[in-house]
């Protein structure tokens, strides 16, 4: 189930579907209004009366002026959100163009000027003036009217959405909220549990206790983008093996690389090998769903460009840096989840390629800290940074990797800072880190 939804989010998230959708609506939409109008008689007076076409020229006419207008307005829609891809993709990163497509009022826009020309176009083929017979689908081109009025506020609001959309601090505020958003689904109350007694179970282990031991290999090239975890807890339940993953989404996969070893009592049949690996999805790029460094790297990516000489913008590199902050101070206060996974009958079924913190501290910070050089802003925001995080961390390990970056951002300040005054705020910040421990 979980992988139809997976799969349904990416199909959500091209910036076509939407805009199809909303086409299709249109399409339903008039052929519904104009048989309502074959079988209704609307009476001229009245408030309502005002807006009902008395003649086949004038709402043929009011049909092609809108038709017109909205396909002119929809190419400017497009050149608009072609133009903020582009200043998004220069000074952000290509990386980046995926989050303004998935915005939806850019695609509802789209989809409703297109949308409307279409509808106008139906509706305008279903008038009859010959041989005496006269038929104007009234409702349909009052609803014509309508749309056409909701589509120019519809394009104040498109305006007003693209020009904050492109602003820095905007951009940054977006992937910080898809990371919390990330930590819900990431990180559940309850996933995977500990292994009984402690004990560790690796690969040596499950060779004593199962007979066989097949590599699974990746079928081709590319992002590991989803696993199906629990539809390979019940594939490897029945079987009676436990299954070991190599690898975890966010890597890249060769063809013919080890991606799984699968443990168990008796040979199975090559069908189910191939069942079991379909629950793995490879794709060309990278995708966020499972991947929390994914949403990391892109704000890092703001960061090091901000930090770039030809852009040379510490402010946003420091913005950047308070966001990821806020993130691992979440990160630390949330236990991780165990790579071991049992079925309904408690039994070890999975044993994940889990996420650690030294990783995701290592994604976020070493990057910016290796492109500070020459900027001690930056530096003295990382250490201040880093003293946040250890104050809401409790485990002795994450401490650790904690003072290991801050020594690794004092190193650098002192290798590269020339001013006597800046370096004592650094050596300042680090003692803040150092003192405790």
């Known amino acids: 189930m979980k992988k139809i939804f997976f799969l349904w989010n990416r199909l959500t998230s091209t910036f076509w579907f939407i805009p199809c959708v909303i086409i299709l609506g249109a399409i339903l939409l008039s052929m519904f209004l104009v048989h309502i109008d074959s079988i209704t008689s609307f009476s001229e007076e009245g408030f309502a009366g005002s807006f009902i076409v008395k ?41 980046l163009i995926k989050n303004f497509m998935y915005v939806r009022l850019n695609q509802v826009v789209l989809g409703a000027y297109i949308s409307t020309y279409l509808y106008c176009l139906l509706v305008l083929n279903a008038i009859k003036d010959n041989d005496g017979y006269i038929f104007i689908p009234s409702i349909s081109i009052m609803v014509a009217i309508f749309a056409a009025i ?32 990330q930590f819900k689904n990431l990180y559940p109350h309850k996933m995977g549990q500990e292994n009984e007694e402690g004990l560790t179970v690796d690969a040596e ?29 019940k594939l490897i339940s029945k079987i009676g093996g436990v299954l070991h993953l190599h690898s975890r989404p966010g890597q890249y996969m060769v063809a013919g690389m080890d991606i799984a070893t699968l443990y168990i009592h008796e040979n199975i049949a090559q069908e189910r090998l191939n069942k079991i690996v379909k629950q793995f999805v490879i794709g060309k790029t990278k995708m966020a769903q499972q991947d929390l460094e994914y949403s990391i790297h892109q704000m890092v990516e703001v960061a090091v460009r901000a930090l770039s000489p030809g852009i040379n913008d510490p402010f946003t590199a420091i913005a950047c840096i308070d966001n990821l902050t806020s993130t691992l101070c979440t990160l630390v206060q949330i236990k991780l989840p165990s790579p071991y996974r049992y079925d309904e009958e408690n039994k070890l079924r999975v044993i994940a390629e889990a996420s650690d913190f030294e990783g995701v501290l290592d ?35 994450y401490k650790k990797t904690i003072f290991k970056h801050a020594k690794m951002v004092l190193n650098l300040g002192e290798e590269t800072i020339i001013e006597p005054n800046d370096l004592q705020d650094l050596q300042v910040r680090f003692k803040q880190v150092r003192s405790n421990f």
Do not use: C, W
């Open 55 to 95: 003649s086949s020229d004038s709402a043929r006419s009011i049909l092609v002026t809108i038709a017109a207008a909205m396909m002119g307005v929809a190419g400017t829609v497009f050149s608009v959100t072609l133009v903020a891809l582009t200043l998004a993709s220069s000074q952000f990163g290509s990386r």
């Open 150 to 181: 909701a589509n120019i506020i519809l394009i104040i609001v498109f305006i007003h959405k693209i020009a904050i959309s492109i602003q820095a601090d905007k951009v940054i505020s977006d992937i910080s909220d898809y990371i919390s958003k």
């Open 205 to 233: 282990n499950l060779k004593i206790i199962f007979t066989f031991n097949i590599v699974l290999k990746s079928p081709k090239s590319g992002y590991l983008q989803y696993v199906d975890g629990e539809k390979l807890i």
């Open 363 to 397: 994604a976020a910070f070493n990057q910016i800290r290796q492109f500070s050089n020459g900027s001690p802003a930056v530096m003295i925001r990382l250490l201040e940074a880093l003293t946040r995080i250890n104050e809401f961390t409790r485990d002795e390990h």
